[in-house]
């Protein structure tokens, strides 16, 4: 269940345009999973990508990074990597249970992506149960002590923060960076966190541009072998290079900002080291993105950082193509969520006061 | 503007037919050596106009031909009763720093075509510039303002796809090559529809909000405005850009800006993040902070 805090900061957000309605276009046309268990797409397949020019299989369109499958698979699963269908489909309908419906009077209508989500009818099974496939029991590694004490500090849970300042507000609150935007891209949060969590991907012989919706963020990504940037140089969404591993193509990310942020305290203080970045230095994401399908990117991720995780962690999740268009998401030009964040904290302890 | 649009496959159609005719002699000759040094990453009888570009000119102080002045924001008021040229009190710590280069001027004929009303507008707004420009709360650009601000832009050209990466505020523009139908719904950056005339790259630019300026100078538009933008190859290093503006509610007749585009020829040139909502959350929410910072 969605708790209050997070859902009020959520519709707070100002959004100029949200809908998520073309998602439900081209759902229906990916191919059905596999009976085995494991991705529903299954790589060894005879089929063979669409190639560019250059002979590399062709990226472009709009890919949705939703899935149904958890990030950590549920403790009691053990070691099982897969449902059977049934179980899949059981999981997904208790899920979809557990949300809270959409409330009246908002100004963004969530049922719409939300409908999306729990119709099996648009969302492909995927009968992994974590996204997470290293460690093998799909759950975050632990956090060596160092990095326990950093990220208690950091992130402070949202039905606690006082408001004092911006600053101490979520990324997604300040309309700095939403939670899925990565590196690694995680759809993590559930879909009500999931929303418009699309990329568009523009594809040369010596770049790749992966276009997130969410906040109209493009990380364009270098294939000529240049160097990274100069250390002193770091930023929110790192800074990326990629490669060629025959038809796979592989992405490193350093240069993630060190500076203390909140970007959202989740239930995992092990996921909150990766979403509160800060102190970070070493931190290094490799991705692996592999077409699957005519419909179905498949996205790898490695997480390595041996000052914050006691190991690194890998997973993996499909990637849909949606019709698209992309729509200009200008979150911070309608950002009345923030204001009215910090200005009801203020009237609370006016109010408070003798 | 939707039967112009409905118009524009046909032309694509004849411009493709003459762009075959024409560009393997005319372009291969002017283009082609430079074009050598780096991969052909578009359509092979297209320019490629793969990299990074930027203005250099005045163009966002002001599009007008306008002279050296102290700042943006001036003082209203005229100490000694004589003109002066003394930059508002918000801005006076920043002296030569916060100052206005003269330029030129990229507008063709010079003065923009104001109606009455509006011409009144603009003055007001830049006046108020402080509190009314857009660039200063760090808010989408609009077209064309986002070419010629004073940082770089990346154009990604596939054989099917395009994209313009602007460094600043990571403003973001997808050209379509096919009619997508009327915008649905108005933005900040607009509906970029493209298509080839000859080797020039035309984009019709549609679908604004009316929050974005032109310049710093209270230059403005209303959710009419139709931008219509020309990039064509001079030489590897530079870019003709044309916009050509119209706005009824605003202007008398359309008009045109010009300039040449730069690429950034530093080896391993790079847009590098510039998130600037972050930087002016003072500006925007330090009021509303427990304790408001001191001075």
Redesign the interface.
Known sequence: MLNKPRRSALLLIGV??VTAYHLASVFGQVSTPSSKGGSSVNAATSWTPPR??DAKPDF?GIWAKTTPVPLERAAELGLKASFTEAEAREFSKQRAARRVKQIEGVHYDDTIWLAIADDPANVPVDLRTSIITDPPNGRLPSLTPDAQKRVMERSIPLSAM??????VRTALE????WVHQGPPMLPTGGPELNYNANI?I??????I?L?QEL????R?I?LDG??H?PPQ?R???GDSRGHWEGDTLVVETTNFIDRVYNIRRTASPSLDALHTRGADSKLRVIERFTLAAANALRYQFTVEDPTTWTQPWSGEYLMWRIAG????Y????GNYG??NI??I??HR?RAEKP | MPSRKRRRPRLIGVAMAAIAVVSAVSVGAVIGRSQAARPSTAQPDLPNLNGIWQALNEANFDLEPHPARAAMSLRQDQPYNVTTNIPSPPVVALGAVGSVPGGIGVVDGGSIPYRPEALVKKRDNQKNWLERDPEIKCYLPGVPRATYMPYPFQIVQSPTSMMFLYEYAGAVRTISFKDPGPPPVDSWMGQSVGRWEGQTLVIDVTGFNDQTWFDRAGNFHSDKLHVTERYTRLTNEHLMYEAIIEDPEVFTRPWKITMPLYRRMEKNASLVEFRCVEFVEELLYGQLRKKPLAN
Do not use: F, K, N
Request: negative net charge.
């Open positions: 100029v345009v560019t020019a472009h006082p408001a004092e300042g911006p600053e300040r309309c700095i960076m568009e523009v594809q040369t012989p010596d770049t541009v276009h906040i109209h963020d493009a364009v270098p240049r160097p940037l140089i930023q929110w969404l268009p992309l729509y200009e200008a979150c911070s030009e923030l204001p910090l200005s904290e203020r302890e």
